[in-house]
């Protein structure tokens, strides 16, 4: 075998070129390449010496063979890579939303002022997108098994609903029932009617309206009214009474702290 080696250019300094010419056998003639890294490493091809050089150096244009650069080769490399760089530039969006700066000779930044109130202006909106979202049939459920605690960590006792609300659908119990007229007083604008289709009752899965809560059509009456008059009057009334017991009781113990620092002065007095 004949050996020839020398320093590549194209590469870093200190790596070297070797041609294996071979003289025997049926490839005799052909010869082999090899490159050297300046510590001695030997490579036998050009994935070898790309994995070895990593981000170093671009090996896309050159030629393992000659050891040289292919000039066609780096020109279509860079024409690709300047026409990829416009069309990512060209389709990427711009989704900046401040407004521009004023290009005048002023040593401020003055933005763009923005006029809304223009008669020809025009609002476009997506009727699509202005519908309200579908809601999850039954999802009150979901509210099921939450209970509310006091300070003490005792559980509070819900409230007793009046027997003309009954509930809809599978498993609707007197907390859901609760809670699903809760949400609904808190969440809706429109009035709280129930459900005002019988046909609600065969099949609720169907016929469920989602904008009421899971209760039979209800009718509030004059006597309802009357009654809830009367429970928040006497609510009002308790809480009267605890106000003033609890101001008379700082009032007393005001009184009581005033007569012992009176009987103590007393006290230095005499003596």
């Known amino acids: 075998m004949e050996k020839k080696r020398w320093e590549c250019s194209a590469l870093p300094k200190g790596w070297q070129i070797e041609e294996v010419t071979r003289k025997s ?136 609903l009046p027997k003309g609300l009954q509930g809809v659908g599978p498993g609707c119990t007197d907390k859901t029932l609760l809670s699903a007229i809760a949400s609904a007083l808190h969440t809706s604008a429109a009035p709280i009617t129930g459900q005002l289709s019988a046909a609600v009752e065969k099949n609720p899965g169907v016929w469920l309206n989602t904008t009421q809560p899971l209760c039979k059509a209800f009718i509030v009456t004059d006597e309802d009214i009357r009654k809830q008059e009367e429970l928040v009057y006497s609510v009002r009334k308790k809480l009267e009474e605890a106000l003033m017991a609890d101001m008379l009781a700082h009032v007393q113990e005001a009184a009581s702290e005033g007569d012992s620092l009176d009987e103590g002065n007393d006290d230095m007095e005499t003596v």
């Open 25 to 160: 056998g049926l490839s005799a003639g052909k010869s082999d390449v090899y490159y050297y890294s300046p510590t001695g490493k030997k490579f036998r091809s050009k994935p070898q010496l790309a994995r070895y050089l990593g981000n170093q150096m671009d090996l896309s244009s050159f030629d393992f063979r000659t050891g040289k650069m292919l000039m066609s080769k780096l020109n279509k490399n860079r024409q690709r890579l300047r026409y990829d760089n416009n069309n990512q530039t060209k389709g990427k969006p711009d989704l900046n939303t401040s407004l521009p700066v004023r290009q005048t000779a002023s040593i401020f930044k003055q933005p763009v002022t923005k006029v809304t109130n223009h008669p020809s202006n025009k609002v476009k909106t997506d009727p699509q997108k202005a519908v309200d979202q579908p809601r999850q049939l039954f999802w009150e459920k979901k509210l099921g098994g939450l209970n509310a605690f006091d300070i003490a960590e005792e559980l509070v006792k819900t409230m007793d």
